[in-house]
């Protein structure tokens, strides 16, 4: 039964009982006393069906249908509860002893005789007001009293009653106790721990007193009935299997308490009362001038609130950053619906696993940095058995579908074991429209490091990624430093990844070729070859991007039209020259003017003369041929001996 279910039925049962209390005080004084609940139930049952239809459909004859149909069930509980109730109050009244004592003829002592009269007048006789005032008093000390609960507890009641009947008000009290405890702890806005904790605590506190109540009242009851059946000599087993049955109760209890209960509670206290210290913290910030919104860290409560309100703060914003390791699903869930509403595109630069893979869905497009990761796995929650983490899973599901994920992609990723991750390819995520883009991080602010990473920090990760600023580091700390500061500047700024990738390529750049003429005759060798690969492959693509890397140098341009192995092959080259560069010896001219000779046999005229212009007094229409001729000097030193060729690169880096 769902709460809001609960709640009604809650609620209905209540109505009915004051409904057929009010009718109960009525009739009671114009009909037989053991037909007064049937009477009352049946003007309760009629009141609250009239009410009712008027309520639900302004007197249509569906509407009181309806209405009869939902408080049948819960009258006849009502019926059942004030029948009980007059029952017991009958026999009480039957057993009641008379307050005038009864006349011992046996006896001649005046003290003990009753006036003649059929009214004795206290006033007339003191000593008969005394007798009266004491054996009121007995009664009152000795005679049971007539409330259920405690007549109950000391097990007055037949053993059948408290096994059957008992039981089954129980059940209805703990219904009722956890429909109240719904309505009244169940807030608007949805997932609110303190309301939670305080709604789990309350309901296992009203089990335990309904349990010891129910465990005392029927264990007293079974002793009774054993008593009876011992003096009327027979058998007491269906005592003993009440007792049986209470013990076997108890322990299930304590073992539902100790495997959902326990841990709800213990769960639910800390995110509540103690900040949720399982879930890391989490930092909001503003990127690109008010235009990009980073959430990094854990998906905690009342982050969607920090969210609605920034936002409110920031209209501008278009784009939400994740970098998230997960949270509370629940929260997710609030976040989720924030970024559909709003209609904002979401973007993960390093990794968003979990439930922040939820709240990335939400988004209208979904972007996904080169080498970063979503995560998958399925919900879990201590406490909650298997039938409740999937209908956990469902509702995740559910939002994930609305988003247009494939069906069985999500079936896959639910399924993984809470304990484990499943981070799909980028194939698999586009195939299954969990992401609609694989991006290098143009045209998005940078993210992923919202804690303000110090300058170790900054070290440690560039140094691992990328060989040549571990190579720089060494050969050139004052470099490198200026290389992590200028990082981190630039991430504390917010700065697009574009701006700071060019930032650092500036840095890396002037420190390279400030260190290729001392880089090892092996290094420059390769690097002629790379060099006339690069040239070749600009060159049948388009010359005038060759012409600008040969007689300019490179641009993010030219950088793009290069094939991605010969880009790699450049990184390796750079890293070896800053890892070798030392002084080298000075070559000689006349070595030098013996080299080029050489080189020049190898080239057709046009080709030394193209090559020997100034690049800036070269029309457009001949640049093809001077990346030609440029390319065929690089064959040339290329074919050359590697110290040879090694002195040509040097005579040519260094600018001589």
Sequence with gaps: MNPGALAEFAGGLLGLFLITSLWSLIVSHLVPRTAVPVVASTLSLSTATILGGYSFGNGGAPAFAYSFGLYLFPQVIV????????????AETQDEPALVPEQNTERTDAHYQTPPSSQVDADEHPEYRKNVRELVSEKDRLAPRSNFFARYWR??????????GVNFLVNLAVVALAATLTALLSPEEGFEPTSLFWFIFLLWLGIAVLLIWQVVGLWRSARHHAERQRQAKRTTFWAGAAQLAAVLGVLQTIGAFSQSGAPQIKEMYKIAFEDDPDVPPNELKLLGGGTELSVFGGIKYGLSNDVEQLLRAAPGVTVIHLTSSGGRIAEAGKLFKIVRDRGLETYVSNECSSACTLVFAAGTRRSLLEGARLGYHGPSFPGLDEAELRAFAEEWAKMYRETGLNRNFIDRALAVSPETMWYPSADELLQANAITSVVTGEGFALSGHETGP???????????ANGVIDALHLTSPETARAIYTTTRRDILAGKPQAQLREDVNVLI?????????????????????????????LNAKDPALCFQYAAVGTNPKVASALPPELLALEVKLNERVLRTASDQPFFRPEDNDAAWALIFETMTAEQVEVFSLDPANIPSERYGQYCAAAIAVLNGISNLGTGQAAMLMRQMFSGH
């Design 454 to 464: 110090s300058l170790a920090a900054i070290e440690r990760e560039m140094r691992a």
């Design 79 to 90: 019926l059942a509860i004030f029948w009980f109730r007059h029952q017991s109050a009958a």
């Design 509 to 537: 750049s002037k420190a390279i070729a400030a260190n290729l003429a001392r880089a090892d005759d092996e290094t420059l060798a390769q690097y002629a070859k790379l060099m006339s690969a690069q040239y070749s492959a």
């Design 155 to 164: 097990g007055e009641f037949p053993l059948a009653t408290s096994y059957w």
